[in-house]
């Protein structure tokens, strides 16, 4: 797939191996794995980053076929999922970061370019997901206000 904003060739991402069996090899039931997660998930991890702890700490090869839930819909179920999603909150504090940046370098046209995109993305993103419903119809981006939607 191409990039977003520029002209260059995408890299090309690895693909998961099909498999529909569960392992042998995991020790872990599906309740076991759902007491993980949301152990995982109060010390105030991202969904994506308990999969990596789960995979990398606990050996679990993949969530979604030992459960037949993915991450989030557990956190859902559980009512522990932020109100925001994991990639428009990266966005937000990368956008955030941007802004001290260009406080402190008045003059970095790179980083203001920079700042547009990722605030372009943000648009586009939101919109979406206020068309799946995730956000709320009325919600919208504000600049100023996005340190405050962080914490």
Do not use: C
Not at 137 to 151: F, G, M, N, T, V
Request: aromatic share 6%; charged share 30%.
């Amino acid at each position: 797939m191409a990039r977003m904003h520029s002209r260059k060739k995408g890299k090309s991402g690895s693909k998961k191996p099909v498999k529909l069996v569960k392992p042998s090899w995991s020790r872990y039931s599906e309740s076991e794995i759902e007491t993980l997660v949301l152990k995982i998930s109060k010390s105030g991890k991202t969904p994506s980053q308990i999969g990596i702890v789960l995979r990398d700490s606990y050996g679990v090869p993949d969530i979604k076929l030992m459960t037949n839930k993915s991450i989030t819909q557990i956190l859902k179920e559980n009512k522990i999922l932020p109100h925001l999603p994991e990639d428009i909150v990266a966005l937000i504090k990368k956008q955030i970061a941007l802004k001290k940046h260009l406080e402190v370098n008045k003059h970095d046209f790179t980083a203001k370019r920079g700042m547009q995109l990722t605030e372009s993305k943000i648009n586009r993103l939101a919109k979406y997901y206020k068309s799946s419903k995730k956000l709320p119809s009325d919600w919208k981006y504000d600049r100023e206000k996005a340190e405050l939607l962080i914490s």
